[in-house]
């Protein structure tokens, strides 16, 4: 191939990546700081890219020139947001998951595949209780906020209304994603495990609190078997699910997830796995989404679909979710 055609090659790689509201020639324009024109023979092939040139654009667009020119090795760059900076606070973590949101919905055909060890992170911002307790647990426990050492879990105190606002705008955006979710019934062991670990180190500031949020988990769970049910998205109180994406709920009694997301946006695939709880690993490389899609598809083969049929199935999962967070009362 001569450099002509791999810098063809390259130019047409992160065309195919950019959302479609996007113009290749203008963000080349205003990252390299020349004319149009200039622009236009580079993307032809007609004028080199300057070594410094390229590494302004692979840092710019998060590319791997191993990818772009389909070089034969195992590996693979990831994007590791909030890697380069300082520690992110909470809402500064949310309001860069609702910037990710409103990235997936600028594609046209998209849909979300998740592999569940947990239950999603926007779902516990369905509802105020549980979406409270889950804000001061990861404040104080895994961003260790100086603050809160001190302090028990309370409502009326913690009720975090701020963050509440922006997880409902993060689900309105996730509901408009077609997805696929599958779960295991330890999906839920993380926040039970979490409540019993606050109640016996007397962190619920009385017994009161700890009651709000196994109703509100209750909730949850409530809502999202209502969707399972419709086999689509929609939000507490909404019957409307108009324009609402799809949703595929699946669960699997045997294989526990690792809550990877896999997202389909129009032609390009993106990878992502969590890391230290809240953090995730960011990829769009070509082989790595083949293989993952494909390891999901097995695991889907050897599932059982829940939503819109599958009725005996869907009522013997969630009961036994309901019967071990109501088990957190004794």
Known sequence: MSTNELQQQIFLFIKERLPPHLSLADELQELLHIS???VYRRIRGEKPVSLPELKLICEYFHLSLDEMLQLKNESVLFQAPGL?????????YLEQ???????????????MFYLCKDLPFWYFYLFPGVAAFKSFLW????HNEPDLQTKKFSFEEFSYPEYFAIGQQVIELYNMIPSVELYNYESINSTINQVTYYREAGLFANRKEESLVIDSFHDLLDHLEQQAIRGAKFSPGGSDITNKGSLEFYVNELILGNNTILL??????????????LSYLMTPDKRFAEKAFSSFGSLLSKSTLISG??????????????SRVEALRR
Not at 84 to 92: L, Y
Not at 265 to 271: A, D, H, K, V, Y
Not at 309 to 322: T, V
């Open 84 to 92: 380069n900076g300082n520690q992110q606070n909470f809402k500064e």
């Open 139 to 142: 404040k104080r426990t895994i």
């Open 309 to 322: 049929s599958g009725e005996k199935d869907r009522h013997r999962f969630f009961n036994g979710l309901h």
């Open 264 to 277: 389909q946006l129009n032609e390009q695939r993106l990878s992502l796995i969590t890391y230290s709880v």
């Open 97 to 111: 998951m609702l910037a990710q949101f409103h990235y997936f919905n600028s594609f046209s055909n998209r849909k």
């Open 36 to 38: 149009a024109d200039s």
